[in-house]
């Protein structure tokens, strides 16, 4: 869920207050200042891969919400892709989804319960 804190979280797990670096599939770098969006918040494709200096074998992928009224098929299909590989750096091995635990975001979306349904 977009503003949960998942780059803080991340941040703590790769012991480091730095931002990842963002590549594309192919692995090049991407420019921060590209994936800006309105009102703060970020454009998220799933196959970019966030990485951070401190722990470069972590690599972690962040999907746009389902809060929007987006599809969950995308991280569907994401992850059916994933998990159909065989390199072992193109698997999945967690899946992490962040909700922030203030009272106006307490309630699961429709697009989650579906989500998190199938």
């Known amino acids: 869920r977009a503003n949960a804190g998942k780059t ?8 480091t207050r730095d931002s990842p670096e963002i590549r594309n ?4 770098r991407i ?3 590209l994936l800006k969006a ?3 918040r970020r454009l998220h494709n799933i196959e970019n891969e966030m990485v951070f200096q401190s722990k470069p074998g972590f690599i972690f992928h962040d999907s746009r919400g389902f809060e ?3 599809e969950s098929n995308f ?3 994401f992850i059916a892709r ?3 590989q065989t390199n072992i750096k193109d698997q999945v091995y967690a899946i992490w989804y962040c909700i922030p ?8 979306t429709e697009g989650e319960v579906k989500f998190f349904s199938q």
Request: charged share 30%; proline share 3%; aromatic share 2%.
């Open 8 to 15: 803080t979280i991340l941040q703590r797990v790769c012991n």
């Open 25 to 28: 599939g192919a692995g090049e």
């Open 31 to 33: 420019d921060p200042a």
């Open 38 to 40: 309105s009102k703060g």
């Open 68 to 70: 929007a009224g987006d």
């Open 75 to 77: 991280a569907q299909a």
């Open 82 to 84: 994933r998990s159909d």
């Open 101 to 108: 635990m203030d009272e106006a975001s307490r309630l699961f």
